[in-house]
């Protein structure tokens, strides 16, 4: 039996799903591994001679202009943010459904384990729509990325431990006497 809350949620989530599918806005995130098209590929980003006259050149052929740092198919990252924002939207509406029928505060650390996973992504997709001015930093720039990533995917698990245990108390209105 379906409540007039189950209801308004699903249709929320059935729009959201819709928006973002069809939504043309996340195709700025879209990267065919085309760098800079007015990049002059005849010189390096490091030398100021052409790269047929330098060894080093040819090791080190960067475009001059900015470029994608990681490159991927043209679908990758808008798929990745669609599918996993539908995921964390169907989780939020069950998590708000068990919430509200039996009213145990403990949820509550589950609304916080999706927002560093929200977060998490941010951070992901960041790494993956990347683009270099010039090349100095990226790699650390890289691993800090990921590193933050890890952060925030570690913190929203200690949410998730504490979520299972307070939604696993037999008395929910003890929660904040222990």
Known sequence: MKTGLTKNLIKILLVITLIITFSSTTDVFANDGVSNANANPDYSANASVPVN?????????????AGWLIHNEEETVPMLITGVVIVLVAFLAVVILL?????????????????????????????????????????ENIS?????????????????VGGIIL??????TDILKS
């Open 167 to 172: 939604t696993g108390k037999k008395h929910p």
């Open 144 to 160: 800090l990325g990921i590193g933050l990533t890890a952060l925030f995917w570690a913190i929203s698990m200690l949410f998730i």
């Open 53 to 65: 006259h330098s060894n080093d050149g040819i090791e080190n052929n960067y475009p001059t202009g």
């Open 99 to 139: 919430l509200l029928k039996r009213k145990n505060l403990g949820y509550l650390l589950f609304i916080g384990q999706i927002g560093c996973l929200a977060v998490g992504l941010y951070k992901v997709v960041g790494l993956l729509t990347a683009r270099y001015d010039s090349i100095a930093m990226a790699s």
